[in-house]
């Protein structure tokens, strides 16, 4: 029988399991996904997996969710990512690599040339490690996908960042919610949209943008002509923030789905998007919900989707 896919979910693995597992592996030649998510094993028990998986040329996704994968282990997979020539997809989103972790991956990156999808979120990365990672977006050729929501950048983190987007040419999703980027990083990202053309799906929920970072990211749009997705909700743009996006959106003919809902806007804001809509002809995914609008929001587009 040929395994694919293999999941092992909070299966509570000890030293003889994984022993067990690893003796599995070094004979397996089909296997392509493994699935090990919190079992929070320790360092040893990552070291002898990983080192199984070096031999393993068949694996191209590894899930390892919530394990308590600290700074060590981090250093362990990083030596990992720099010999492994197949892995294209690894997700360690909610444990514990800190900045130091968050270091040493991204000094991985800038050698490794397989991986497309990285998921960092929830890992404490701070502002030294992702200035780390943006430094690491701008020498790699291969990443397309980056998720680093809730991991506390800092003012360094998000500026660095901005200026990665510039020079970088192959990411086409990044997550940067839940990061408090506010308004002069919103700013910084604004400027990077105007100048980046590959990414189409930004995430930046939850980062109290206030009125000023939506009125730079609306600017952005009237200049940006491949970002698709855009998720702002929950980001306080208030009305001056919702008249400039209506605005963007009169000029914007590339994006399809945008986000702005939880308490994101005002009477103002909300009736300059609604006018809006008798205008633009792209967007097909609007989501406004939790904005307390008092009014039927319609389109002259059979196409779209509004959720308020």
Known sequence: MRILLLPLWICGFNSKAIDVLVKVLNKNSTLTS???SS???DYKGVETLLMALNKNTALNSLDLYNNM???EVGKVLAMFLCKNTTLISLHLVKNILGSEGGKTLADALCKNTALTSLKLG?????SEGGKSLAGALCKNTTLASLNLDLNYLGLEGRKAFADALCKNTTLTFLDLGWNNIGSEGGKALADALCKNTTLTSLNL???????????????ALCKNST??????????????????????????????????SYYNLEPE??????????????????NL???NINFKIKSNSKNIEILQ
């Open 289 to 291: 919900l939790s904005n």
């Open 122 to 126: 929830w890992n404490n990365l701070g």
């Open 205 to 219: 929920d939850l980062n109290d943008l206030g009125s000023e970072g939506g009125n730079a990211l609306a600017d």
């Open 39 to 41: 079992n929070q094993y």
């Open 69 to 71: 994968i600290s700074t």
């Open 34 to 36: 493994l699935k090990f």
């Open 227 to 260: 970002l698709t997705f855009l998720n702002l909700s929950d980001n306080n743009l208030g009305s001056e923030g919702g008249k400039a996006l209506a605005d963007a959106l009169c000029k914007n003919n590339a994006l399809i789905s945008l986000n702005l």
């Open 269 to 286: 804001g909300e009736k300059a998007l609604a006018n809006t809509l008798f205008k633009n002809t792209t967007l097909t995914s609007l």
